[in-house]
């Protein structure tokens, strides 16, 4: 089966100028440095990194909320950036994007029925009476009383807002869902309920997830596959259980080292990483993670690797392997 | 010996519109810490743990009051102090760290000052040893080069630094107790294992005690030896970590176990059904209930006492009632009643 959305070398530079006169761009900020990646139908990847590791780039990239500086996104087989018209409308509409913080991506404003039916009014010609009736059913879809049409945001709990937010993601036969750390903002008990129904709607629907997050635990278990992203590029990208299992590279290592324990009695190894994330404005030269990393030999500092399949599916972004 | 903190039947209420609404936040909460001890206070959002830490070192907002129980410090009531007096316990003998380092360091003064206040206050240092104190302290708490850090201020940190700084404060008046208040929730995954090792690391150097509020069960497996799961306002189970995740006896200690993604498991997780209940409008009987995947019908009736469930453990639920059958049933309620 081919893809749903392929990524071939994606970069997003942005500028760093100088006070507003005279404006003068003295650095770029390589937020997205060259990634290749892909969705098939009915998968969930996951992107792993912590904060600017350059993954809400990736997502605005996909959303066409930024346009990139180099490479191409083809959903379909099309490359989007030369789309227009009903292309980029039928775009829009198939692809849709829940954010981390239901509180804020739902408008108060608005009746829970106009939240949901916004995007049939954009993007259908049914009446109001058929938009209705199809807010109701995804209502059903993601576990909510019909009834609640009419309710506004705030007479609602966390985890029934970020299912509002779903339903409204997807009403409008969605393929690919970007699911920017959705269930971060949630209680522990409700993160669970969130997490089965995202699970079963791909189930029931066949849609696509892409799922971005910081939590290695909540995204191995949503994800088939995920990808590790650090300053901009993916260092290491497997099957979710196969990653888990051989984590390759120094930064995956230490991610896992990280990790809180299930259990009181989970052997707890000290990290061996040292200091923090170094800005994206000036990525050290070589390696990206070897000024930090425990194993980084002295090619390190001078050659950047390159990413090498050494399984199937299993890629690394390091000169260990 | 006596225990360093003793909290018995705390009661702290929100009372609003002249008394016609209360809010139990913290509803009969009693715990003890020991010297050195490390106690985890889980729950979700709005179970009254913070309450109960605000209650502690006297910081509750306006409309919230201690209506009942006690705190016992080091053999001084801190429930029945009065402002002026705790001030001289807070930061000398118990300090907190909040969630959000950038909202509890203050832009417009220096580390050096923020630092040194807790020590120029309750150590009366002053001068050169002062200063020598604030360097010792942000050593300890591996700012690189403290020396030259403590006259920058804190937009010239890292969010990972800012934490580290906020602790430096907090062990500045040489406390007995840390209070941390979900103190890693804005960290980054590596930051904050590099955090919880060093605090684990002061702890050992320095005895403090430390209170872990958190929602994050993972963070109390790694950090705690005593957990105390909190509900809708009361301590549901209590016990030490080990035995409670080995054996969870309540039924929404399991609940929160279950629904925690396991690493490398595909295993589908185990959701609570429903909602955390409003503290205002209560449902009858156990909290629990209308959530319980094994409610009685006397759940809904009933509110459980705590009960004994082994040496250092107690449960409030049905489940663990211990099974003693010349025990009448009228005592039973009148024990839950009170």
Redesign the interface.
Known sequence: MPPLLEIEGLTKHFPVTTAVFPRKKVAWVKAVDGIDFSINPAETPGVIGESGCGKTTTSKLILLQESPTAGTIRFDGQDISGLSGAGLMRYRREVQVVFQDPYSSLSPRMRVSEIIAEPLQIHTNMTRQQQQERVAEVLDLVGLRPEVARLFPHEFSGGQRQRVAIARALVTDTRLIVLDEPVSALDVSIRAQIMNQLEELQERLGVSYLFIGHDLATVAHISHRIAVMYLGQIVELAEALELCHRPLHPYTNALFTAALPAHPDDKHEKLALSGEVPSALAPPPGCRFHPRCPKAMARCAIEAPVRKEVDPGHSVRCHLY | MPSLLQVSNLQTHYVSFGGARVVKAVDRVSFTLEEGETLGMVG??GCGKTTTCLSIVGLLPAGAQIVGGRIDYAGQDLAAMSQSEMRRVRGAQIAMILQDPMASLNPLFSIYRQVAEPAFYHRALRGRSLGARVRELLNAVRIPSPAMRMREYPHQM?G?MRQRIVGAIALAGGPRLIIADEPTTNL???????YL?LLKELQEQTGVAIIFVT????????MCDKLAVMYAGKIVEAGS??EL?NTPKHPYTK??L?????????E??????G??PDLATLPPGCAFHPRCPEALPRCAIDTPAEFAVGPQRTARCWLAEPQIADIPGELHAAAAGN
């Open positions: 979700e959002s890292s990972g980054d995954v590596t930051i904050q294992a590099q090792d929602h994050n069960l993972g963070i109390v497996a790694r970590v080990r995740f609940a929160l279950g629904s925690m993604p396991k690493l490398g498991s595909k589908k997780l185990s959701a609570i059904p909602q955390p």
